[in-house]
């Protein structure tokens, strides 16, 4: 019996291609039998695609050949950004094709929620599941063997955070260790995005487009197409399976706010003024006031530095006094998350300015589209200059921030836009003015800091103390 174990695994060792057609049953797309025929030669393959090629497929043939037919023992951890990514989809993937097996194969495996390993060597090989979260840094960590070989998949390689990498290199730096990277290049950064980039020379890379998939539809691709048109960052990235430009990282494209800056557009007197407040930490960041009518930033955007609460209160407080009752605001919209928090009561209790805290972590409201508020807020600022019915003056900090911030997309393919920590982290300031102006469109409705939401036809109390 040993013998003929022995030969079946000499046959296929080095044969996936083999393996995943006659024990699988399984035909490979032109793609996934080119990723066969080099993962036996390599250590690191790193495959950013578009949607729907078959990428976790390979993924679960890639799993049961190591662990079937690879060098024992295997020691194996397959991973995603999001649990939904991982148990979902992928892990059921890899237990449905478990079933495909020939009995005298599929007998020899045993698996559980989260586990996968052979039956007489539960203990030596094994693949299992750890989601790659921020707050779980040791997905990919403390995976060593002597021997055989050490596997390391990452599935929606581009939503996972940096460290997560980091914590890997160490079992990464083993001749016997492989990894696979694989997923849609939705970020212009991080450790996915620089294995095409400033480390490519020491990865394999494929890049798989929908247009060359048996698997994709017609309808699909051209359903993008029409939506996005081929030169957009979304084909490129959903359908081409290739990183945006670096111009078109950000999520509003500069040429859309540059054609908008003093633009002859009238201002409807029946459009609200809405002002939005961006509160600025202690440092080099700045608050920052947006004041907007319909489609037209009335005036540049007024900022203040190294203000406390209560004298960042009083700036706004004279800002409104200030201005000429019918150019005031039916509404100013402050970011209450931190210190934001504290102006926001304060120009509460004072009850001359009619005002909403709105919090940008917060669920949004467009629950296909965008993954929080801030996305939505940014999403609905993209459209105001899609449209081309708005102006904007001639502000370099507010043109140079809006289209600073990137994007990519949860587990659920919703927009995300990057947090200002993360900008900093890449070198990039604040975008103060930019999510000033963002804040402008926190209505209809318009999710409040406790999370309740509220109408913009909703009234509002103007002034408490009678003012009208």
Known sequence: MK???????????????????????????????EFFEVIPHTRKVSIAAGHGV???????????????????????????????????????????????????????????????????????????????????????????AQSGIVLLIVDEAAGVHEKIFESAYGSLSQENAKMCLIGNPTRNSGYFYETFHRVKDEWTNFQVSCLDSPRVSQSYINEMRNLYGEDSAMFKVRVLGEFA???????????????????????????????????????????????????????????????????????????FENTEPDKQCAELLIDSIGLGAGIFDRISEIGIIPCRGINVSESSALVNECGNLRAELWYKAREFFEKKTCSIPDDPELIKELSAPRYHFDSRGRYLIESKDEMRKRGERSPDHADAFCLTFATNPAILSGGERISWNQPLVRDIRGIQ
């Open 3 to 33: 013998n003929e174990v022995s030969k079946f695994i000499e046959l296929y060792k080095d044969d996936p291609i083999s393996f995943i057609e006659n024990c699988l049953g399984a035909e490979l797309d032109p793609w996934q039998r």
């Open 54 to 144: 078959g990428k976790s497929t390979a993924l679960c043939f890639l799993c049961l050949h190591t662990l079937l037919v690879g060098d024992f023992p295997c020691k194996g951890v397959i991973s995603a950004p999001s649990t939904a990514q991982l148990h979902s989809a992928l892990w059921a993937d890899l237990k449905m094709w478990i079933e495909h097996l020939p009995p005298v194969l599929r007998d020899t495996i045993e698996y559980t929620q989260d586990l996968v390993r052979l039956k007489e060597a539960p203990n030596e090989s094994f693949i299992r599941a750890a989601v790659a979260r921020i707050d779980q840094p040791d997905a990919l960590q403390g995976v060593h």
């Open 245 to 319: 430009d670096e111009e078109e990282a950000g999520f509003i494209s500069p040429s859309i706010i540059r054609s908008a800056i003093n633009r002859d557009i009238e201002v409807s007197p029946s459009s609200p003024i809405i002002w939005g407040l961006d509160v600025a930490r202690m440092g080099r960041d700045k608050s920052a006031l947006c004041k907007r009518q319909g489609g037209v930033i009335t005036e540049k955007i007024k900022t203040w530095r190294k203000l406390d609460l209560m004298s960042l209160a009083g700036e706004i407080m004279n800002e």
